[in-house]
Each structure stands twice: as C-alpha cells, then as structure tokens.
C-alpha cells in the first residue's frame, strides 16, 4: 500500500506473521528501469518473503523491472491492475488495464519470460464500473493465467474512474465477494486471492472458504492500521505455535530502528509514525498514543522510552479472542 507497506512497516509486521506474504507499494516500473532500482528496491532479507508490485503499462518496461527485480530475491512479482486513481489512469496505468486485457496478457508474459523462476501475478478488480459483468472478469483472468501468472488476488469491487478519488474507491461500489467464488467454480484450477473488507479472523475463515484450500487472502487496511489484531494469524492459519512479541516489545524494536534510521540519517519520523496502529483498539492507550503522535511530529526519541512505559503499564498481550475454528481448510 502506498506510503504505508514501507521496509519499515514490513519489518514490524514480519515480526507478526513469520509465514504472510508481505507486499512492496506499487512502484514505477519505469523508474526502476531508469536506473532508481537500489532506492526503491531495497530491502531486508527478513522481510521475505516479500512480492514487489509494479505499476506500469508497456510489456518491454515491465519485462525489464521484472528482470532486474528477479535478482533481488523477490518471491513474487505482482502488476498493478486495480489502481483507481486519476493519475493512474491518465497513463493507463492501474484499473484503466482492465479494458486491456491483451496488453496485460503480453505484459505478463513479457514478465514471466524476464524473471525464471519468480512467480508473476496479478492485482486487479472486478472490472471498471458498467463494464464489470462476470463473462468480462473471467476474459480478463482467463487472458492472464494463459499468459503465465501463477494466481491473481482480486479487489473484490469494480472501480469507479473519473469521478471518485481512490479512497472512495475502497468504499464504493459495493463488495461482490460471491463474483471472487464463481471464478473457481468456473476455473477449479484457478489460485485465487480474495481481497477487500477482510478486517478479522472471523472474515479470514469466511473468505479464505471462498476461494479454497489452494487460495487466499490479502488484507490491506485493517493489517496497517491495527497490526497487532494479527498476532494470532500465524496459528490460525499455518498452525505455527512459536511465540510471537508483545506489543511494547514490538514497539520497542521499532523505536530502536527510528534511532539507527536517525543514526544512518534519515527522520525518525519515517519509523515511528508505523508505531501509531500497535496502540489502536486499546482503550487506556490515550497518552501513549499521544506521545507516539509527538513523535510522528518530531518529538525526541526519548520519548519513546515514555510511551513504552505507558503502552507496557495498559497493554494486555493475551492471546487474541477471536479465533479461527481450527479447521484445516485453511492452512494452505
Ligand atoms: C493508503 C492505501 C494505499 C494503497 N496502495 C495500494 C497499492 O500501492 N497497490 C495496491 O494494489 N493496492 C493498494 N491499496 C489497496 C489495498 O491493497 C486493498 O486492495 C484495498 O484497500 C482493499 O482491501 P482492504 O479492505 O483490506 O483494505 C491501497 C490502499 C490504501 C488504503
């Protein structure tokens, strides 16, 4: 997500889940190829494994980001196809691909031949509003699975170009998640990845059901904006007991990062506004969370040792209530 799935952000949710694919924002493909790939590609091995998403629209620039990508040990690299904004669809970029679907096709192809041995799949929506019906979606996946992408996760609403801004464009129009499921029973083979409104546990099991064992599911704000209402997920969903951080220690590790990040000479900003989300959804977190909005402001980092304090004196880091119902559908 963009200014959100920073390396930053992704190092705090690595710690979370040692199993979800975590995704990079979406990135030019042609500044990659224009020579910006160590600023833009760069990350910690920890974070693997880590898909890289590209924005772009021509088969040849695509081909060559994914090329260059492929060496970096990306586990997945993924084409943007449901990016709503209007500068997104001024370069037929995003959404505006929907309405191509051999492009896209010889896009993915280009991809694939440019990166052996990396799997390439796709983004995308519904459809673009009005022409969002479901013989359209399936020439759309059909195209692009021909082509050689290996699943493709699916933003399960039409986008609205024009005359909605992207945040509307996760609000309206409404979620058609049983369009998600008419892919497979059209396409058994078909790895599909369910995306959109997916905001717990109880939403995981539902949704994951709809696309099967071979499937999944993305979850995109609700993962930014309360991490640590996943700390659980790792059990849930690939059965893996080890145990995960407490919320000060996760906070803690992030604000050690914020110093060497200063120490290296970037803003601690960059690092501590991620910390704003670990003390959502706690009801006596009042201060910490005021502390750590300081911090996003610019305060010192002394002050994380403060919000700590704070967050270790309210927080209860007990395993989550809601769980999963242990079935084995689920651990693909
Ligand atoms: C701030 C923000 C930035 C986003 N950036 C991207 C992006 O770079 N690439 C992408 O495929 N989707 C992006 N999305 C869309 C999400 O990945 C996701 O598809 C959408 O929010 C629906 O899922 P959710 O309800 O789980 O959030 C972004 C969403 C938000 C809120």
Redesign the pocket.
């Known amino acids: ?4 799935t920073d390396r930053h952000f992704r190092a705090l949710f690595r710690q979370i889940s040692r199993h979800a694919m975590l ?1 990079t ?2 990135i030019s493909a042609a500044a990659i190829v224009a020579g910006r790939a160590d600023a833009m590609l760069a990350f910690d091995p920890s974070e693997s494994p880590l898909a890289l ?1 590209l924005g772009g629209s021509e088969p040849v620039t695509l081909a060559h980001a994914a090329r260059i990508a492929a060496d970096r040990g990306f586990a997945e690299i993924n084409l ?1 196809c ?2 709503p904004s209007p500068a997104a669809a001024r370069v037929q970029w995003g959404a505006a691909l929907m309405d191509q679907p051999a492009r896209v096709a010889d896009a993915v192809a280009a991809m694939v031949a440019s990166s052996p041995g990396v799997d390439v799949t796709v ?1 995308h929506r519904l459809g673009i509003a009005g022409r969002d019906d479901f013989d359209r979606l399936l020439g759309f996946v059909d195209a692009v699975v021909s082509a050689g992408a290996v699943r493709v996760i699916v ?1 399960a609403r039409a986008a609205v170009l024009g005359c909605l801004g ?2 509307a464009n ?1 609000r309206i129009p409404p979620l058609r998640p049983e369009m998600v499921a008419g892919l497979l029973k059209a396409r058994p083979q078909l790895v599909v990845v369910d ?5 717990d546990l109880e939403a995981v099991r539902a949704r994951w059901r709809n696309v099967g064992a071979r499937g999944g599911v ?7 904006d309360d991490p640590y209402r996943w700390i659980t997920i790792d059990r849930e969903a690939w059965c893996d007991d080890e145990p995960r951080p407490t919320r000060a220690q996760l906070a803690r590790d992030l604000f050690d990062r914020a110093a060497r990040h200063v120490a290296a000479g970037g803003r601690a900003h960059a690092v501590t506004r991620h910390a704003l989300g670990l003390w959502r959804s706690l009801p006596d977190a009042r201060h910490a969370r005021a502390l750590v909005a300081s911090l996003a402001r610019g305060a010192s980092l002394d002050d994380a040792a403060a919000a700590i304090r704070v967050l270790e004196a309210t927080a209860s880091d007990g395993p989550q209530a809601a769980l999963l119902g242990g079935s084995a559908e689920n651990h693909a």
């Open positions: 997500m963009m200014d959100r995704y924002p979406m998403q943007n449901g990016c983004k933003h992207p945040a996760r995306n959109g409104g997916i905001d993305m979850v995109g704000r609700a993962a930014y």
